[in-house]
């Protein structure tokens, strides 16, 4: 796993569609609608943030654990409109003896049903595999969150389990969840 890819300096993804990039203070009214609807974390171990001031000092939080080397938050915007804030999407628990990563993603309400969290998530993985160079990617969905289940199907993943009350989750409790994955050699197999 090629930490310094990640780590090295903050990388910025593009596709046709998107860019993935860091997320600035002057981005906070984009963070603030994200994270103060409680409808984008009703399937998420996150409690929603109805102070604008709380948001603020997030944004330093999601530098601090991009330099602590633990987790990386990307804005996701639209290469339209490249200073709108769509979505946020993350890797973190990097675990390099099994050279694997989990990923997670939410997007602005206003944003949901359009493709945007897929086009988000196929522009991650090509990076986790072929610039980073991880083996395995995986990520944790509650049950009832299909939209996610779909967006990680779409892109090639494989549904390997559910993990029964297996994880205290905030504002939710203890909480069942399934767990996708897509591996390297999958991802290989769609290139050809």
């Known amino acids: 796993m090629n930490l310094e890819a ?3 300096q903050f990388p910025v ?29 009703e399937y998420c171990g996150i409690l929603p943030k109805h102070n604008k001031n709380t948001v603020s000092n997030m944004i330093g939080h999601f530098a601090r ?12 915007f639209a290469n339209a409109e ?21 990923i997670g993603y939410f997007l602005d309400e206003a944003h949901w049903g359009k493709g945007i969290a897929s086009a988000a998530v196929k522009l991650l993985v090509q ?7 991880v083996n395995r990617i ?9 939209s996610s289940k779909k967006v990680l199907v779409k892109n090639g993943f494989l549904k390997e389990g559910t993990l029964r ?12 969840l399934e767990i ?13």
């Open 13 to 41: 993804l593009r596709s046709d569609e998107l860019i993935l990039k860091k997320i600035e203070d002057v981005h906070v009214d984009g963070v603030f609608e994200i994270y103060s609807n409680d409808k984008v974390f």
């Open 82 to 102: 490249p200073e709108r804030l769509l979505g946020i999407i993350e890797a973190f628990d990097f675990n390099q003896k099994v050279n694997m990563v989990t």
């Open 180 to 192: 996708y994955s897509i591996l390297k050699e999958d991802y290989l197999a769609t290139l050809i």
């Open 127 to 133: 990076f986790l595999f072929e610039d980073v160079n």
């Open 138 to 146: 995986q990520a944790e969905v509650m049950p009832r969150n299909d």
């Open 65 to 76: 654990d991009f330099h602590k080397r633990s987790k990386i938050k990307w804005g996701i």
């Open 165 to 176: 009350q297996a994880s205290l989750w905030t504002g939710k409790g203890i909480v069942d």
């Open 6 to 8: 990640i780590f090295g």
